[in-house]
């Protein structure tokens, strides 16, 4: 599959690519793009740079960003969680 991304060069000097992405790899760039509500190009142009500059995405709280989900809250049901989940998670994390 070939996608078209724009890569900055200069303040004033765009250029268009061509680049070959497995499927696979395509689909995880879409649902991190879609997640920071960025087109697939700001994403892959934004990666680049960051890459480039040997930055990494740091939060507010100075962590690069390795998070694991403890509570997935799209697959809450409509009546909560039970309080015995929300520790048992909390306690996972304490470990």
């Not at 724009?6 to 760039?29: A, F, G, H, W």
């Not at 990666?47 to 690069?64: S, Y």
């Amino acid at each position: 599959m070939t996608i078209h991304i724009q890569v900055l060069y200069d303040s004033c000097m765009v250029k268009t690519i061509n680049i070959s992405l497995p499927e696979e790899l395509l689909n995880r760039i879409d649902i991190e793009a879609k997640s920071e509500y960025a087109s697939r190009s700001d994403f892959i142009r934004d990666t680049i740079v960051r890459r480039l500059k040997n930055q990494r995405v740091v939060d507010e709280w100075g962590d690069e960003g390795v998070w694991e989900t403890v509570v997935n809250f799209k697959e809450l049901i409509a009546d909560g969680i039970p309080s015995s989940d929300v520790n048992a998670a909390i306690n996972l994390l304490l470990e």
